[in-house]
Nanobody, 124 residues
């Protein structure tokens, strides 16, 4: 079982930037995929981005392409989400998740470990 702890959320003005971190522990991650999801009030949880813990490959939701970047530091077992050009509709609780399915899935049901979430609020 993987334990995940997010940090880095906060309040930012539209057009600003934030970097979220997700520290992982409890397992080896060579075959894992790490993803970010978000959930706004009254809406379903939606996929944001995902990357492999080892090797290459990333995938993004269309709504964040060109603005968000997912990356990882394997030495620190940490995955990051750099968020630039933030918009009010990016406001949500952001969750880090880990999956052992082996591919860059955007389906939350494929992710079996979740962090507690971190709030991101973008003011207009």
């Amino acid at each position: 079982q993987v334990q995940l702890v997010e940090s880095g959320g906060g309040l930012v003005q539209a057009g600003g930037s934030l970097r979220l971190s997700c520290a992982a522990s409890g397992s080896t991650f060579n075959n894992y995929v790490a993803g970010w999801f978000r959930q706004a009030p009254g809406k379903e949880r939606e996929f944001v981005a995902t990357t492999r813990w080892s090797g290459v490959g990333t995938r993004y939701a269309d709504s964040v392409k060109g603005r968000f970047t997912i990356s990882r530091d394997n030495a620190k077992n940490t995955v990051y989400l750099q968020m630039n050009s933030l918009r009010p509709d990016d406001t949500a609780v952001y969750y880090c998740a880990a999956s052992d399915v082996g591919w860059l899935s955007a389906w939350s049901a494929h992710y079996n470990s979740w962090g507690q979430g971190t709030q991101v609020t973008v003011s207009s």
